[in-house]
């Protein structure tokens, strides 16, 4: 099965603030990752896909990016709302295993 | 608007069994793939399962494999879970999810069901 890694698993942060989150994959999955968000008693919601392409209706202010085994999630300039936790996926082959997560938090 | 409702949830004993039923609305439900993912309190996000639209294609996470079974009734547009030999680690909620017609994505979740496997 492959592993997705996240980091850090928290981050405190300002709103305002330009945050990145990485994912580790623990063999080549191309570009096949997905990132979520989700809020305290939501289900998630889905951001991005294929590393970087973002799905309609997201904030341009997410990003994506990577291949192979490393990505990263950015945020360029946090609003209150999202402040959440970010879930990394690979769907190259299943099981398509998600990363622990990364609850970003107000400093 | 793409709607997906599960029910079926609730408290069931070790070793017992439990269906859930994943009801969609707002887009053509045989087209599309479909998954089960949980998330036991307070942890992460865990796939499950997937079928394809076709239904040829099945898929299992080893924590389940030989437990469950999902498959789907497209003139219901329902997806389904069946989970025999329940156990205290299966306690969770769980996700009916829609994926994405331009990659493996998972585009649409429901609200998800809780269930709570405990005597």
């Known amino acids: 099965d492959i592993q997705m890694t996240q980091s850090p698993s928290s981050l405190p942060a300002s709103v305002g603030d330009r945050v990145t989150i990485t994912c580790r994959a623990s063999?080549?999955?191309?570009?096949?990752l997905n990132w979520y968000q989700q809020k305290p008693g939501q289900a998630p919601k889905f951001l991005l896909y294929?590393?970087?392409t973002l799905q309609s209706g997201v904030p341009s202010t997410f990003s994506g990016s990577g291949s192979g085994t490393d990505f990263t999630l950015t945020i360029s300039s946090l609003q209150p709302e999202d402040f959440a936790t970010y879930y990394c996926?690979?769907?190259?082959?299943?099981?398509?295993?998600f990363g622990q997560g990364t609850k970003l938090e107000i400093k | 608007e793409v709607q997906l409702v599960e029910s079926g949830g609730g408290l069931v004993q070790p070793g017992g069994s439990l269906r859930l039923s994943c009801a969609t609305s707002?887009?053509?439900?045989?087209?599309?793939?479909m998954n089960w993912v949980r998330q036991a309190p307070g942890k992460g996000l865990e796939w499950l399962s997937y079928?394809?639209?076709?239904?040829?294609?099945?898929y299992y996470a080893d924590s389940v494999r030989g437990r469950f079974t999902i498959s789907r009734d497209d003139a219901k547009n329902s997806l389904f879970l069946q989970m025999n030999s329940l156990r205290a680690e299966d306690t969770a909620i769980y996700y009916c999810?829609?994926?994405?017609?331009?990659?493996?994505?998972?585009?649409?979740w429901g609200q998800g069901t809780l269930v709570t496997v405990s005597s």
């Open positions: 999810v829609r994926e994405g017609t331009s990659g493996w994505y998972f585009d649409y």
């Open positions: 079928i394809s639209s076709t239904r040829t294609t099945i």
């Open positions: 063999q080549n999955i191309y570009n096949y």
């Open positions: 707002g887009f053509t439900f045989s087209g599309y793939s």
């Open positions: 996926q690979q769907s190259y082959s299943p099981p398509y295993t």
């Open positions: 294929s590393a970087s």
